[in-house]
């Protein structure tokens, strides 16, 4: 009896030696914005905010104290490596973009971003002009025509 308690005691020790292979999951991280060289290179001086918003999403930060000044922070942590952290800053004056700095750099003048194509066509499908919504009920009043209004 003394043996089993023994060898049992000796058992349970040792099990608490191999905790390290024992690790619950763990999720990657990602946090913030991720700034591409692509992206940081369509930024012009001269962009409203609203472009820029448009090409590099939301800010992360927006200090309430500088105005002009836009953070994107990108923070992805994968387990077993190094967080890879990056900083991107925007800066304005007079509500067009003024310059960047980060760890992310635009491209110079001298080797512009190729040219985006400025539309694209949509096909819509084909419905005839008269014809009601497809979402409209039966029976519903139809909209009059431009520059006419219900009595």
């Not at 990602?30 to 609203?50: C, H, I, K, W, Y």
């Amino acid at each position: 009896m003394r043996l089993r308690l023994i060898v049992l005691a000796a058992a349970l020790v040792a099990g608490c030696s191999v905790t390290e292979r024992l690790n619950p999951y763990r999720i990657d991280i990602r946090q913030g914005n991720f700034v591409s060289q692509e992206q940081a290179s369509q930024l012009r001086p001269g962009m409203t905010r609203d472009q820029v918003r448009f090409l590099l999403g939301t800010p992360m930060l927006v200090d309430p104290f500088h105005g002009d000044r836009w953070d994107y922070v990108y923070y992805f942590k994968t387990r077993g490596r190094e967080p890879e952290e990056r900083k991107f800053a925007v800066y304005f004056q007079d509500g067009k973009l003024a310059r960047v700095s980060g760890d992310v750099v635009a491209a110079d003048s001298a080797h512009p971003a190729p040219e985006l194509p400025k539309s694209r066509v949509i096909d819509l499908g084909e419905a005839p002009a008269s014809a009601p919504p497809a979402d409209a009920p039966a029976g519903a009043p139809e909209a009059p025509p431009a520059g006419e209004s219900k009595p």
